[in-house]
């Protein structure tokens, strides 16, 4: 399954580039030993609309513009499910499983997802209640891929 991540926002050079670089490329070499293949970050810019659901909308239909069909839709979104780790391997290699081809998972603008984007997900996932700055969301990220794979591998990484 071809995982791609979907960023509304630029990351800029700096420390929080480099850690997130390392782990999508630990990503990139773990994965395809457990049928994932890291097709890399799209990223778009934020939307230009005057209110928080114009540029929520517009932002949305970007990245609906890019999904083909059969493609899994994972959002990262404060109201969404907070998994475990290990939850969130058994969702992604579930869904590698089942058949899906593509898996996009789509990190947001500072006004999140619009409600019609949230509905049409196939998994709307939290990294807590708190609000994470986008950088280090895409840290975060990296490293859950990473460990991910790992965990579908059998690999001690995830030791918890």
């Known amino acids: 399954m ?9 990351m800029k050079s700096g420390p929080e580039k480099e850690l997130g670089d390392r782990y999508y490329e630990r990503f990139a070499k773990t994965g395809p030993a457990v049928g994932l293949e890291f097709g890399g970050i799209i990223e778009t810019p934020e939307g230009r609309g005057q209110t928080a659901d114009e540029r929520q909308r517009e932002e949305g239909r970007k990245l609906l513009g890019t999904l ?3 493609t899994a839709l ?5 109201r969404g499910k907070n998994l475990s780790s290990k939850e969130l391997a058994r969702q992604i290699g579930s869904m590698r499983d089942n ?3 593509a898996l996009v998972i789509a990190i947001g603008g500072p006004d999140g997802h619009p409600v019609e984007l949230r509905d049409k997900a196939d998994l709307v996932l939290s990294f807590g209640a ?3 700055p986008h950088q280090l969301v895409r840290v975060l990220l990296g490293e859950q891929l990473y460990r991910t794979a790992t965990i579908l591998a059998g690999h001690p990484y995830h030791r918890a």
């Open 2 to 10: 071809k995982l791609t991540i979907h960023a509304v926002g630029r």
């Open 68 to 70: 083909q069909a059969g």
């Open 74 to 78: 994972l959002l990262l979104d404060e």
């Open 99 to 101: 058949g899906r081809k």
């Open 130 to 132: 708190l609000t994470w």
